[in-house]
């Protein structure tokens, strides 16, 4: 049985009546790790242990190290995460709850990422946030789910951050022969960098990220989904900081479920910015979730 559950899936009454067509949620935030992750990185962590491997290692300070904590716990395997002195005190107890260690390491994700891979020996794996063709296919299953539901779509708005889940979700398009279909790539003004790099004809690095969309905070998008934008009807949507917090407040309380402001970005292409589903009438968006910024957070934003 895979590590991940299959999800709801629900037509959204409120984001329905306020953009004038059909809103379809597939509800992820309700994967037990809080994310959609769990999908490839439970495949990703399957597979390795199928292939001899004895732990994993993760240099993510958020939802993709509590994916792989939780798929460690799950398959009973030691799991270390390395990360930088960044992370939030939420994060690190998400991930220890699922008995994984947590090893504090430099200031930047870069140092942390570089002792996670010098830990990295013949019997560890480590897990890769989004840039593994493993987890890609895991990721795809978001959209087995929805045509096994027997939705027809004509749209998917997604959040994207390395781009492993735009990599997935065209797969599952793809091997459901759905090619076709518009994908509308959602990130936040700090994290744009798709955008940018559909901006400049080529993969870019953005010098540095900013905002609270942190689980959006790759500077670079992975090959994959940089090819996949210029091969592939995607449109690129970038919403602020603002737009993004309310989005979560606002389904939040149409939908009772609280997101971080990475999914915001998404949720809110419906909330704020619904000229973009002008062409479209059925839009599935991907409620990748997040477990990192609870209500708490949410509203100091808020209020800041
Ligand atoms: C990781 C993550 C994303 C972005 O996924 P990528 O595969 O890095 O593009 C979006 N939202 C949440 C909540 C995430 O954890």
Redesign the pocket.
Known sequence: MALHLETPLLESRPLSLATGRSVWLKMDALQPPG???IRGIGAACEHHVRNGKRRFVSSSG???GIAVAYAGRRLSVPVSVFVPETTTERAKSLIRQEGAEVFVHGASWQDANERALAAVDAETAFIH??DDPILWAG?ATIIDEVVRAGLSLDAVVL??????????VAEGLARNGLQDIPIIAAETEGTGSLAASIKAGKLVELPSVSGIAT??G?RK?CER?FEIARTRPVESVVVDDRSALEACTRFLDDHRVV??P??GAALAVAYSHFDRLAQHQRVLIVV???ATSPVSQLQAWQAS
């Open positions: 994310s959609f992750k958020g939802n993709a946030p989004f990721h959040s994207v951050g390395g781009g492993g889940l735009l990599s997935g689980s959006l790759a998008v989904a997101v971080e990475a999914c990748c979730g997040g």
